[in-house]
């Protein structure tokens, strides 16, 4: 994709049903930038206009294996076209792209399934939900024990603000990471992702006098909210500021006309998976399909696989300061 095309790319995302926020042109910018992988933006065009997108890009680890996905870094990713030859032109082009690089595989991130015969991997949801315009009505539509949690926090006269950059939002995202075993993503990749995507990329941080509490990075996206990265301090159990703090973006965006809460990936069995459920939102199955080539099986490169438990149990242990130091370096592989 050149440089030209980029707004024609945006205009068509904005307006073909099956685009998603995650196929943005923007990311083509941010992925190469944030971790220096290489990047494939495909196009189809009828009668000179955009008529199919697929956003490709490669990810070359000796640890984690050489691959093409779209779109890695995002939960939702794939060919995004109503015409079926368009699509099948964009499939064949990333198939012979996928052998000329000699990867290992082909991943499509799909939100419904295109390649019932492909290998799968049934180990993602997604939680979006419809939201109300009014505030009473969305609160009394979250399950009576969350909805409990939620006015714990208020009780606690937690605060909402809008920063205008990300560094409260690292130091409560690191540190939550950092509980969890998982390595961070850079400073980088955040600044990034305010820089290139503006408006539509938003952080809000919850704070109890002053201090922070939690933390969330939202992308919006025609009429929907999208919280894609968040994190408490070690403070935020006490005052329920997870809890308070997604509430918060719900009336925020309510405010400002979005009527779609998309809660985002989880994995199944997870407590990510457990507490969307409890705020009564059902789990939608995404259909991750592969097209192998020198691999024989699907990755499986997730922290419930048994054989990375010891490295979380180390990083869990690790000073945070290392963590946020090597952290990048090891996430920008696993996409």
């Known amino acids: 994709m050149q440089a030209a095309d980029l707004a024609r790319w945006d205009e068509f995302v904005l307006n073909c049903p099956q685009a998603t926020f995650f196929h943005r042109a923007g990311w083509q910018q941010v992925i190469e930038r944030a971790f220096g ?26 640890l984690f294996g050489h691959s093409l996905s779209a779109l890695p870094f995002c939960v939702y990713g794939g060919v995004a076209t109503e015409h079926p030859t368009a699509a099948a032109a964009l499939e064949a082009r990333a198939d ?7 990867v290992a595989h082909l991943e499509y991130r799909n939100l419904h399934a295109r390649h019932a015969d492909w290998p799968s991997k049934a180990l993602y949801v997604t939680f979006r939900k419809t939201i109300e315009a009014d505030d009473e009505a969305n609160m009394q539509a979250i399950p ?3 909805r409990a949690m939620v006015r714990k926090g208020i009780k606690f006269e937690l605060k909402s603000e809008i920063d205008q950059d990300t560094t409260r939002f690292f130091a409560a995202y690191s540190a939550s990471v950092h509980r969890l075993g998982t390595p961070v993503f850079s400073r980088k990749y955040f600044r990034l992702l305010l820089e290139v995507f503006g408006k539509d990329a938003e952080v809000m941080t919850i704070t109890k006098d002053g201090v922070t509490v939690a933390s969330v990075l939202s992308f919006y996206f025609r009429d929907e909210v999208l919280p894609y990265y968040g994190g408490g301090a070690d403070n935020a159990r006490e005052f329920a500021g997870n809890d308070f703090m997604y509430w918060e973006l719900m009336r925020r965006a309510c405010a400002r ?4 809460f998309d809660f985002g990936r989880s994995k199944l069995g997870t407590g990510s998976y457990d507490f969307k459920k409890n705020w009564g939102f059902v789990a939608e199955p995404l259909h991750y399909e592969y097209r192998l080539y020198g691999a024989q099986s699907v990755p499986d490169t997730n922290p419930l696989n048994p ?23 090891i996430v920008k592989h696993l996409g």
């Open 37 to 62: 992988h290489r990047t494939y933006f495909l196009l189809a065009e009828a009668e000179g206009k955009i008529c199919g997108i697929l956003p490709l890009a490669e990810i070359k680890s000796r």
């Open 144 to 146: 009576r024990k969350q």
């Open 307 to 329: 054989k990375y438990q010891l490295m979380i149990k180390t990083w869990k242990r690790m000073p945070l300061a290392l963590a946020n130091l090597i952290g990048p370096h």
């Open 96 to 102: 012979q792209l996928a052998r000329e690089l000699g």
């Open 257 to 260: 006309g979005i009527r779609v």
